[in-house]
């Protein structure tokens, strides 16, 4: 018995993650239909949700920027395999992407805004086809199965060995315990492992693409910054990224850029980060990814983001975003800070109304009366704008 | 003997909420609502929810809270949020202040109801400038989903800021039939507001 809860214990819990080298890209067949009753479920299950998720509001319709993703798509895994992706933008301003088993893509915009660059937003998308083409969803569901099954016939087990009493009644129960806990801890160490076989699988696309490998640890050392910078802002201790709990589903942010930059420096393979398309084909974009974050009620993380957004040149677009997020909090010190990032945007673009606008507000708010001043310019400039009236009332 | 007793006391325990829960609104008849001293007057029955969504505020329903609800907020302090936290630790709600301007009520409303029900799709319509409860006040449209639900909702609020305390009074309803059929029985409240002085 002991020896065949140690085997079972052994086979789920799985071996402490390895430093692998990097796969060779897998064999790719084109057209892959689903084999097998679990994976044709699984396939039938998604195929409706895709169904109902193509009409839904959040997802966003632009087929110009649709297009740059799925040929950032292409270049990365190359043209055979990105053609089987459907890919959805969705306005959530986490950063986030997710793959269906059965080739739907979800890009939040919060990984937009983040990624900076064509050649991380590459890694991302890569490290998701991985998931897609390692059929990871298929394996975790059969996976947790069998560790259902597992956890509920020991406790069965041990529901029998309490029942019959005796001596040994105590131990069966505690080892009937054991393999339960270790059954419903192999799940989440399974999904672990998953996140790290595609991480290995993005770094392999990477080598074959004309992308810079080291993209990709620098995603999460600034995924670690943000959510420090967003807990010391909500007074909370932050994230502990030496340990994973019992119940994560992804390696901690350290472990991954730890072990992606060692593979990035083995590989050493110079690459292009193919920034200045990614600025192109965002632009039109950035705004609202800037305005719908601002919402989100995060000043330190945001105000930590648009900083590395901008690096050492703050652009006005940047100024502005940095403006409205301070003017938001509105402490008196972010007012006087506002009016200051207000003033640099209009000395840049003197046409900018909507930093006008918020110049004034800012001005008014703390009491100052040259808000008045700044908030007629507005309306000179946008006399037909939504809030022209109620704008008026207030420097009434 | 001792079982009626047992089961008496199991009923009345369990009939307390059903009590606290909803309660009738008549109409014509001035009433106080949300805790506060503002009064209203409604020109139809209503329905008014146990469950609060904050500490300052209550909800009328005419046939339940998802197809039309009005919401009181009775006077929110300075760093107070609207309504309850949702995940205080993860999502925070914002918090007004007593330094707001009239246009800030809009855009804390907004992320309010953002964070609150984790959708993207919420946007302020339209803001003018009205006169609510004797004071300059901001009125604003605004629609939304919610996740998972692909139902357009639509809603109008008015505001105003007095004696640093915010109050508020908002209506929405799905857009389709239920916000055009009781869109007006919401303005006849908010036209008979009034704060006892």
């Not at chain 1, 992706?85 to 893509?105: D, K, W």
């Not at chain 1, 340990?243 to 942010?253: G, Y």
Request: net charge neutral; charged share 20%.
């Amino acid at each position: 018995m002991a020896v065949a809860v140690a085997v079972a214990v052994a086979m789920l819990t799985g071996a402490a993650a390895q430093a692998e080298p990097i796969p060779n890209l897998p064999p790719y067949g084109g057209a892959y239909q689903p084999q097998g009753v679990d994976e044709r479920g699984l396939w039938m299950e998604f195929d409706e949700i895709e169904r109902s998720f193509r009409d839904s509001t959040v997802v966003i319709n632009d087929a110009s920027l649709k297009a740059y993703i799925q040929q950032v798509m292409c270049r990365m895994v190359g043209t055979a395999r990105c053609e089987t992706v459907r890919l959805y933008i969705v306005r959530n301003t986490s950063f986030n992407a997710s793959m269906g088993p059965n080739g739907m893509m979800i890009v939040h915009t919060g990984l937009l805004l983040r990624a900076r660059d064509e050649a991380k937003l590459a890694a991302v998308l890569g490290h998701e086809f991985a998931h897609f083409e390692l059929r990871h969803s298929l394996l975790r569901f059969k996976h947790s199965r069998t560790a259902g099954d597992i956890a509920a016939w020991a406790g069965v087990a041990g529901a029998g060995a309490w029942a019959l009493g005796g001596r040994g009644a105590y131990n069966s129960v505690r080892m009937a315990q054991s393999v339960q806990n270790a059954a419903i801890g192999s799940t989440y160490a399974h999904t672990r492992d998953q996140e790290r076989q595609a991480d290995l699988l993005s770094m392999a696309y990477l080598r074959a693409s004309a992308y810079d490998p080291h993209c990709f640890p620098d995603i999460w050392d600034r995924l670690m910054d943000e959510a420090d910078a967003t807990a010391q802002g909500r007074r909370q201790r932050s994230t502990r990224y030496d340990r994973v709990s019992f119940f994560a589903d992804h390696p901690t942010d350290l472990e991954r850029a730890t072990t992606l930059r060692g593979l990035a420096v083995a590989m050493n393979k110079p690459g292009e980060d193919g920034k200045a398309r990614y600025d192109t084909a965002l632009a039109g974009w950035r705004a609202q990814l800037f305005a719908d974050q601002i919402k989100r009620n995060d000043f330190e993380g945001t105000d930590y983001l648009l900083g590395q957004l901008a690096g050492a040149q703050w652009s006005t677009d940047l100024l502005f975003a940095r403006g409205e997020l301070y003017r938001t909090r509105g402490h008196p010190r972010d007012l006087a800070a506002a009016v200051g990032f207000y003033r640099d945007v209009v000395a840049r673009d003197p046409t900018h109304a909507e930093a006008y606008r918020g110049l004034g507000l800012a001005q008014l708010r703390s009491h100052d009366a040259a808000g008045a001043e700044a908030l007629r310019t507005y309306l000179t400039m946008k006399p037909a704008a939504d809030d022209a009236a109620m704008i008026s009332m207030l420097i009434q | 003997m001792k079982r009626t007793l047992w089961l008496g006391a199991i009923l009345l325990t369990t009939a307390q909420p059903a009590l606290a829960s909803n309660t009738l609104i008549v109409a014509q008849a001035p009433v106080a609502v949300a805790k506060s001293p503002m009064t209203v007057t409604p020109d139809r029955e209503w329905n008014k929810m146990g469950a609060r969504p904050g500490r300052n505020s209550e909800s009328w329903t005419i046939d339940g809270d998802g197809l039309n609800e009005v919401t009181f907020y009775g006077g929110i302090e300075a760093d107070r949020t609207l309504f309850r936290e949702v995940s205080k630790r993860t999502m925070p709600l914002p918090r007004f202040s007593a330094t707001m301007l009239l246009t800030d009520i809009p855009a804390l409303f907004e992320a309010s109801y953002r964070i609150a029900l984790n959708t993207p799709v919420m946007k302020i319509d339209t803001v003018a400038p009205t006169t609510f409860l004797g004071h300059k006040a901001v009125q604003f449209a605004f629609t939304y989903s919610r996740v998972d639900e692909e139902v357009r909702r639509r809603g109008d609020a008015v505001a105003a800021i007095i004696g640093g305390k915010l109050f508020m009074i908002t209506f929405d309803a799905p857009d389709i039939f239920y916000y055009q059929r009781d869109v007006a029985a919401y303005r006849a409240i908010v036209a008979t507001a009034a704060i006892a002085r």
